[in-house]
């Protein structure tokens, strides 16, 4: 059975860091793409990140300024996303999910939830 776990979300203060891990099981973890999305209060679905099967090419949507860092470990069948200087518009549940090429994104996790406030 495949499986997506997220887990790392939280109470943050504007500015504060914090990094959302995913751990994979059920098949092979280096065959796969990953991504971050995330859904904030009141929006659509957003793509926040994504990372290839090896860890060598990393994919960030715009409004990320540069700010986040995705990163993965095969080893240990995990992905992660690193989130420092965060804005209280980062908040929302945030998902990790498996790209299935032709498929889309054809598993997710159960999402963790961000919320950024003062």
């Known amino acids: 059975e495949v499986k997506l776990v997220e887990s790392g979300g939280g109470l943050v203060q504007p500015g504060e860091s914090l990094t959302l891990s995913c751990v994979a099981s059920?098949?092979?973890?280096?065959?796969?793409?990953l991504s971050w999305l995330r859904q904030r209060p009141g929006k659509g679905l957003e793509w926040v990140s994504a990372?290839?099967?090896?860890?060598?090419?990393?994919y960030y949507a715009e409004f990320m300024e540069g700010r986040f860092t995705i990163s993965r470990d095969n080893a240990k069948n995990t992905v992660n996303l690193r989130m420092p200087s965060l804005r209280p518009e980062d908040a929302g549940v945030y998902y990790c999910?498996?790209?299935?090429?032709?498929?889309?994104?054809?598993?997710w996790g159960q999402g963790t939830q961000v919320t950024v406030s003062s």
């Open positions: 999910a498996r790209w299935g090429d032709y498929r889309g994104y054809d598993y």
């Open positions: 059920g098949f092979t973890f280096d065959d796969y793409a």
């Open positions: 990372i290839n099967w090896n860890g060598h090419s990393a």
